[in-house]
């Protein structure tokens, strides 16, 4: 099995609609995640910095990158 070799949280934004009415989103990405992170303290992370944004949070997600 390879080892992750990085881990990242993608947050995903409202950011408006766009002409055709369709919603648009903006995505913020927090790098360098301790690959040993929970769940819940990842969640805490992600509700923090979407605090700090004037966008509201639609999700998050958790990236890991592995080598094979």
Avoid at 8 to 21: A, F
Avoid at 35 to 58: C, K, M, S, Y
């Amino acid at each position: 099995m390879a080892a992750i070799e990085k881990t990242s949280l993608k947050l995903r934004l409202e950011n408006g609609v766009d002409k055709n009415n369709k919603k648009k989103y903006a995505t913020v990405v927090v790098n360098r995640i301790n690959p040993q992170v929970g769940v819940e303290d990842l969640q805490a992370i992600g509700r923090a910095v979407a605090g700090l944004q004037t966008l509201n949070l639609v999700d998050m997600s958790r990236v890991e990158t592995k080598a094979i």
